[in-house]
């Protein structure tokens, strides 16, 4: 018997409903990936006891020795994968990687200028109801009449507005940022030019997305997503950024760092660092080029006119089905999707027009062209005839069939 069922029967039968889902459905949440047993297994270690305020070498608390280890191998290894002067391993999440970066720049009051959420960008980057729409006077930018970041408007709102911190970097957007054309218009306005690359940290890592750390003063991330590692976040920075952002976190933001996670992200590092981790970031961006061209030509509609990373928006208008009822037959159907909205999209944000796909998770698994072509050919098979109960039989049985012919953990 497993530790967990012996103690808690009720938390371990979820885990293990958790676990049979996670091999049974074909996972095409952008957002979400399969950590490796050696990125699981660090969190659950009796790393998790250590209080460690403070940094390697500079502790507020005693018998830390072996944690600094950990967490100076983690510095050392993003420092490595991204090409970064400095970094902060202990941001808990992406959302607090975020507000300790506006932390160590910014004062309440003062202006950003992000993308907007409805049309790509992260709810961190000024939307009202989140402490970054509250605390600050946001401007917003997004999308030209190609549905492709519209850089000029953003200059102009940049020139007008005289932003403190100009934020790239989104949660729904397709296509590779410019960010060296950010940087200079952050340079000329005198902004601090923050990138959250949460989404693309995995294809930057292999070398499949533009690196932004050349042209950022500072940059953050999560860690669960394309980059594979455990759910945490972490900041890079210019050196000369490095004390104000270190101060940001702790004691800024945050109390004791979780130092099982940050032995997580060392080893997720470490994985990343290997010549895999360059195919797997090819692999990601093949499958995603395979899923837009077949839904494509299935009839649905890709917003931005492909995709140039891992994630790509489908505008479900063609078919007559909203995101909310997409998102709902498709994982009767054993695919895991979320609705989104789509650029200027006529439904409420609960119901939305579209739907967003991502392939970090089906590659991890195993999927190359082949399966990623198959997989897409189902979704458009159920959203052509959602109602029909066999319809979707089939689909769960072909589900079914790719899912065993590739195993995520087994057992
Ligand atoms: N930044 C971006 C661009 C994201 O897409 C996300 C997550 O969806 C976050 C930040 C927040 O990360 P977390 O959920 O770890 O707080």
């Known amino acids: 018997t497993h530790t967990i069922a012996a103690t808690d029967a009720d938390v371990w039968a979820a885990i293990q409903a958790e676990h049979q889902r996670q091999e049974d459905h074909i996972e095409l949440i952008a957002s979400e990936n399969y950590a490796s047993p050696a990125v699981l297994a660090a969190a659950g270690t009796q790393l998790t006891n250590k209080y460690a305020e403070g940094y390697p070498g500079r502790r507020y608390y005693g018998g830390c020795?072996?944690?600094?280890?950990?967490?100076q191998l983690a510095i050392d290894r993003v420092k490595q994968l991204f090409g970064t002067e400095a970094a902060n391993v202990q941001p808990h999440c992406g959302a607090s990687a975020n507000i300790a970066a506006f932390m160590a720049f910014l004062k309440p009051g003062d202006t950003i200028m992000g993308m907007s959420l409805a049309?790509?960008?992260h709810l961190t980057h000024g939307m009202p109801l989140n402490m970054s729409g509250k605390w600050f006077n946001v401007v917003s930018y997004g999308l030209n009449e190609k549905e492709a970041i519209d850089y000029e408007a953003m200059e102009r709102k940049a020139h007008e507005h005289k932003p403190k911190l100009i934020i790239a970097g989104a949660s729904a957007y397709s296509l590779a940022i410019d960010f060296e054309r950010f940087a200079k218009v952050a340079k000329a306005v005198g902004a601090i030019f923050m990138v959250d690359m949460a989404h693309y940290a995995g294809l930057i890592a292999g070398g499949e997305y533009p690196n932004p750390v050349p042209h950022a003063d500072v940059v953050t991330s999560t860690t669960h997503k394309s980059l594979r590692g455990p759910r945490s976040g972490f900041i890079l920075m210019k050196a000369e950024h490095e004390?104000?952002?270190?101060?940001?976190?702790f004691p800024g933001l945050q109390g004791g760092p979780l130092m099982h996670i940050i032995a997580a992200k060392a080893?997720?590092?470490k994985e990343a660092l290997q010549p895999e981790f360059k195919q797997y970031a090819q692999q990601v961006k093949k499958n995603a080029q395979v899923v837009a061209q077949t839904l494509t030509e299935r009839g649905l509609r890709i917003v931005s006119g492909g995709t140039e990373s891992h994630v790509m928006l489908v505008d479900l208008r063609p078919k007559g089905i909203t995101g909310k009822d997409a998102e709902a037959v498709l994982g009767s159907a054993h695919m895991t999707i979320n609705k989104n909205a789509i650029p200027n999209d006529p439904e409420k944000p609960m119901v939305t027009?579209?739907?967003?796909?991502?392939?970090p998770a089906m590659t991890t698994r195993g999927f190359k062209e082949e399966e990623a072509r198959a997989t897409a050919q189902l979704v458009a098979d159920v959203l052509d005839n959602p109602r029909d109960e066999a319809n979707l039989a089939a689909v769960r049985a072909k589900v079914a069939e790719l899912t065993q012919r590739f195993p995520v953990y087994g057992g």
Do not use: C, L, Q
């Open 267 to 269: 080893i997720a590092f």
């Open 119 to 121: 049309e790509g960008g």
């Open 243 to 249: 004390k104000a952002i270190n101060s940001a976190v």
């Open 353 to 359: 027009s579209g739907v967003r796909v991502g392939t």
């Open 65 to 71: 020795e072996h944690v600094d280890v950990v967490e």
